[in-house]
Structures are given as C-alpha cells and as structure tokens.
C-alpha cells in the first residue's frame, strides 16, 4: 500500500532517529501526496531514505504521530501484531483473565507503540479511548485485532471517545461513546488484588476507574492498620476499600461529586464494610481539610489533574503546595502523607520541590520513604519521557 510521503529537513532527520513517537511540523519540508486529518503517512529523508510510519495530524504542533520505525502496512495484520505483543507483556506482570486481578491496562499509547490509543480492561469489556482521528479511523481494525487476541475472555468493546478526540475543522462532530461489539450491564463488578469494584465505564471519570493506582493502593495497605485514614479526591473509594480491608480503624472519604460518593459508599459494601468504619463526605476538598479539626494517622491526595498544557503548569504548581500545605497539617504527629501529581506538565523534580516549598511552609520534619510511579501495565516507552504522568511522595510527618 502506497500512502502520502512526508519528507523532512534534513536537520530533523536525526531527531527521528532517536525513536521519540512524535514528529513536529517544523520538521516537515513538504509532502507529497494528499495527507489528511488521521492518514497513515510514511516518513522520508530529503534523499528518500524510509524512516518511519504514522498517523497525520493536521494544524497542530505534533504532525505525525509514529506507529511504526519498519516499513509495514497498517492494516488488520499490524494492529493483531501490536495488541497480541502488549497483551502478552501484561501476562509476564502476572495479568490477565483468570487471576486475582481482572482490570488493567492493555494498551497505554506511546507506552505500547501505539500514541493516542488506550484500551483497558475490565472482566471481559475491552474500553476504548481514542486520542487521535487516525485511532479513531482505525476503530474497526482495532475492534477485530481485540477480539483475535483476547478471544472468549473478551465479551464487549465499548469506545469512549467523544470527550477524547480533538475538536478540529472539518471533523466530525456528531461522535458518541457507544458499544463496538457485544454489550455488557454497568456497573460491572470486578477484581483487584481481590477487592472488589463496581465499575461504570459509560458514565464514570476516564474509562471507569483509576487503573493506575493499583500499586500504590497496595502500599497504603501496608501501613492502614489500625489507623485513622482520610482518602481525599476519592472517587470510587480505591485508596479507601484497600484501607478498610488491611485493618484501618476508620476510613473517611472526601469528594466534591456526589455521584463519586455514592460508588464509592457501594465499592465499600461490596467489601462487606459499613458506616461504622466508613464516612463518605460529600464536600469540597480544600474546604475540607481548612475546617477539618481531628488530624488523621494517613491522609491521601489523589487530585485530578492541575494542569493539561504547559501555559496552565504556573498555576497548577501553586494548587498543588495549596494542598499539601493543608494536607500536611491534617496528619498527626508520626503520620503519613501520600500525595500525588497525574499532571503531564508537571514533571517529577517539579512536583519534588513543590511538596518541599509546602514542608518549608508547614515547617515540621518530614522524611520521604517512597518515591511512587504508575504501575508496569502502564509502561513508559524508554524514548518518551513525557508519558511519565504519574507522580507521587509518600511522606513521614513528625
């Protein structure tokens, strides 16, 4: 298959050889052929060496999204490929359908070779975000590779993506979420480390759940015993199930959403939990932890992020040592603090010394005992720094 031809300047050509996924308008010198919003283009050097192949974006900085450093069709064969060798990489992390842990990350874009495509899993529904049109264009391709490789384990894909995809001239605009193939009731219970979850991927934040926090649930774990935990921007109750289950004393969870609170209150009962050892609060998080009187042996931060584009990271910085100026004077005297950044834009030195400035603020002595990441099924590609997202500090208050 022939497809347009982007060819480069010649001072660009090594950038590409670096293998980073994205390719930048300024290093385009001219095209040949019809490039059109979610077109496969194949990349060129000014004297016709190949050197990569990927999907075209029109108008924005990032021209070429790359799919592939080897010269292949895109086609029914190539996503089958790519899929079967991210599914096999989470089967080596010890996930997959028949073990404790039945939701996870199949494909995270750049991270698989695929940039602007997330599927994740859920106890037999695949969901779909496409963050590009040529993603989206390929949606079909995409549905069948999902079916080929995950055969009888898989029973819906549903796609998620009106929010997702880019506003541009000339696209559609008329996109809905909607299923793919087959259908599947939400909520949908399913398990993680053996707690349990109900999941709802039509109407819930992202694909339905926060995937990427399993591990970091898990450490919690290890310290919850006996002690009091406020879980702030607690959505549906990850951080605070995990808490009740290794022994907290009392779990309270903070969220301004009311629809949060109440999967949150029904995550916990599915863990057989109740309002003795639970309260779900319904309330602004800064106003909370202002007016809170009653310091906590754990406080979590998980926020939403600050900061989505570069020209937002000055404020977002100065949210994040809002709250954890806050935050820290929640946490009793030999408490622990987590505090988290899924901000893109806010790298991890960053996010390092705003928690600093906050301590300084707060000025009581605090060791940092982990440095937190995502997990292993939310892999970073070694030539794309930018898809660390997920930072966070877990600190010893004294």
Same mark, same amino acid.
Request: neutral net charge.
């Given at each position: 298959?022939?497809?347009?031809?982007?060819?480069?300047?010649?001072?660009?050509?090594?950038? @590409?050889?670096?293998?980073?996924?994205?390719? &930048?308008?300024?290093?385009? !010198?001219?095209?040949?052929?019809?490039?059109?919003?979610?077109? *496969? *283009?194949?990349?060129?050097?000014?004297?016709?060496?190949?050197?990569?192949?990927?999907?075209?974006?029109?108008?924005?900085?990032?021209?070429?999204?790359?799919?592939?450093?080897?010269?292949?069709?895109?086609?029914?064969? &190539?996503?089958?490929?790519?899929?079967?060798?991210?599914?096999?990489?989470?089967? !080596?992390?010890?996930?997959?359908?028949?073990?404790? #842990?039945?939701?996870?990350?199949?494909?995270?874009?750049?991270? $698989?070779?695929?940039?602007?495509?997330?599927?994740?899993? /859920?106890?037999?529904?695949?969901?779909?975000?496409?963050?590009?049109?040529?993603?989206?264009?390929?949606?079909?391709?995409?549905?069948?590779?999902?079916?080929?490789?995950?055969?009888?384990?898989?029973?819906?894909?549903?796609?998620?993506?009106?929010? #997702?995809?880019?506003?541009?001239?000339?696209?559609?605009?008329?996109? %809905?979420?909607?299923?793919?193939?087959?259908?599947?009731?939400?909520?949908?219970?399913?398990? %993680?480390?053996?707690?349990?979850?109900?999941?709802?991927?039509? #109407?819930?934040?992202?694909?339905?759940?926060?995937? $990427? !926090?399993?591990?970091?649930?898990?450490?919690?774990?290890?310290?919850?015993?006996?002690?009091?935990?406020?879980?702030? &921007?607690?959505?549906?109750?990850?951080?605070?199930?995990?808490?009740?289950?290794?022994?907290?004393?009392?779990?309270?969870?903070?969220?301004?959403?009311?629809?949060?609170?109440?999967?949150?209150?029904?995550?916990?009962?599915?863990?057989?939990?109740?309002?003795?050892?639970?309260?779900?609060?319904?309330? $602004?998080?800064?106003? /909370?932890?202002?007016?809170?009187?009653?310091?906590?042996?754990?406080?979590?931060?998980?926020?939403?992020?600050?900061?989505?584009?570069?020209?937002?990271?000055?404020?977002?910085?100065?949210?994040?040592?809002?709250?954890?100026?806050?935050?820290?004077?929640?946490?009793?005297?030999?408490?622990?603090?987590?505090?988290?950044?899924?901000?893109? *834009?806010?790298?991890? !030195?960053?996010?390092?010394?705003?928690?600093?400035?906050?301590?300084?603020?707060?000025?009581?002595?605090?060791? *940092?005992?982990?440095?937190?990441?995502?997990?292993?099924?939310?892999?970073?590609?070694?030539?794309?720094? %930018?898809?660390?997202? @997920?930072?966070?500090?877990?600190?010893?208050?004294?």
């Amino acid at each position: 298959m022939t497809y347009p031809k982007v060819i480069l300047h010649r001072h660009r050509v090594a950038a @590409l050889e670096r293998r980073h996924p994205w390719l &930048f308008s300024g290093a385009i !010198q001219r095209i040949e052929g019809k490039a059109t919003e979610g077109c *496969v *283009v194949d990349i060129y050097t000014p004297d016709n060496q190949y050197v990569a192949t990927g999907h075209f974006q029109a108008g924005g900085s990032i021209a070429v999204r790359l799919l592939s450093f080897e010269q292949t069709p895109i086609d029914a064969h &190539f996503w089958t490929q790519k899929i079967q060798l991210a599914y096999q990489y989470r089967q !080596q992390l010890g996930l997959g359908v028949l073990s404790a #842990t039945n939701v996870f990350r199949l494909i995270n874009a750049e991270g $698989d070779g695929l940039p602007g495509l997330i599927v994740d899993y /859920y106890h037999g529904t695949a969901v779909v975000q496409m963050h590009t049109w040529g993603m989206y264009n390929a949606k079909d391709d995409i549905c069948e590779a999902l079916k080929n490789v995950l055969g009888n384990s898989l029973h819906a894909i549903y796609h998620k993506s009106a929010e #997702t995809l880019p506003k541009l001239k000339g696209s559609p605009d008329t996109i %809905e979420n909607g299923y793919l193939w087959g259908m599947t009731a939400v909520p949908s219970v399913v398990t %993680e480390n053996h707690h349990r979850f109900a999941i709802d991927w039509e #109407t819930g934040q992202k694909t339905g759940f926060f995937i $990427d !926090q399993r591990l970091n649930r898990q450490l919690l774990a290890d310290y919850a015993q006996g002690k009091t935990v406020l879980n702030a &921007f607690s959505y549906s109750g990850g951080f605070s199930v995990y808490a009740l289950v290794a022994g907290a004393l009392r779990v309270d969870s903070v969220d301004v959403s009311q629809k949060a609170i109440d999967l949150c209150n029904q995550n916990v009962a599915l863990n057989n939990f109740d309002s003795l050892q639970h309260q779900a609060i319904c309330d $602004d998080v800064l106003k /909370y932890l202002q007016h809170n009187t009653t310091p906590y042996d754990i406080v979590v931060l998980d926020p939403p992020a600050f900061a989505k584009h570069l020209d937002a990271r000055h404020k977002a910085v100065q949210g994040y040592k809002r709250l954890n100026v806050l935050g820290l004077k929640n946490v009793k005297p030999g408490g622990i603090l987590f505090t988290f950044s899924c901000s893109a *834009v806010v790298d991890r !030195q960053l996010f390092y010394d705003t928690i600093v400035a906050a301590a300084i603020e707060v000025g009581r002595n605090i060791r *940092v005992m982990h440095q937190l990441s995502q997990p292993p099924d939310h892999p970073i590609s070694i030539y794309h720094t %930018e898809g660390h997202y @997920l930072k966070g500090l877990v600190l010893y208050v004294e």
